[in-house]
């Protein structure tokens, strides 16, 4: 049965948000646009409108809290099993069947679920990105690097963390390090969407 709930939760991260979204206000694909990747940060690149991008961003995050929302609360599923269809979530996002597989990098859907799990990791992870950009001042190498801190955070401190894991009344979270184990492959097939760009400001940055 989580199986199917995978597939379900794969196909719901493949709704395109942002090519809909372009296609239905400015008639733009935005898989054709800026840097093609199908997310908030190109959306606003494109369109240079803030409020696009806020849009865009804060559908992804409910494609991410949603599902899990229903899926901690409102099934009788152990929260444990949540690992695989979070992950697919991400998949979902990043390689959407509707659009030949060209999507997002996972962010804004990532944080939805880890959200819905556990406010104390997007708190974590915003922390870190922006101590990185203001080092950096390069998006893709801050994300990467908040990306990273995520689940080392988990692996450090996954007993102090729990506490803040919703269901409050749930124990699962504090045994068999499952907070660390939905982390890593959620961060893991986000992060596998900045190589590129990590890898072009590194080469950039040694041609300088």
């Known amino acids: 049965m989580i199986y199917l709930v995978s597939v379900l939760f794969y196909l719901i991260g493949s709704i ?10 400015h008639r733009k694909n935005i898989l ?16 240079q409108s803030k409020l696009d991008g806020i849009i865009v961003l804060l559908l992804d995050l409910l494609k991410g809290l949603i599902p899990t929302s229903i899926f901690l609360w409102y099934t009788s599923f152990p929260q444990q099993e949540l ?3 979070a992950t697919c979530l991400i998949i979902g996002h990043n390689f959407p069947v509707w659009t030949k597989f060209k999507g997002g990098r996972g962010l804004s859907t990532a944080a939805g679920i880890m959200l819905a799990v556990n406010p104390m990791l997007v708190a974590i992870w915003l922390t870190a990105y922006f101590i990185a950009w203001k080092i950096i001042n390069n998006v893709h ?15 450090f401190f996954g007993m102090f963390l729990a506490k803040f894991t919703i269901p409050r009344d749930s124990t699962i ?3 068999d390090d499952v907070l660390l184990l939905l982390t890593v492959p959620v961060c893991a097939v986000a992060l596998f969407k900045h190589i590129v760009p990590v890898y072009n400001f590194i080469k950039l940055k040694i041609q300088s």
């Open 16 to 25: 395109p948000t942002a090519y809909i979204y372009m296609k239905l206000k």
């Open 32 to 47: 054709e646009e800026g840097s093609g990747n199908s997310g908030a940060m190109n959306v606003y690149d494109v369109t």
């Open 83 to 85: 690992i695989l269809p």
């Open 141 to 155: 190498v801050s994300a990467a690097i908040a990306l990273i801190v995520v689940p080392v955070s988990c692996w």
């Open 173 to 175: 979270w504090y045994h």
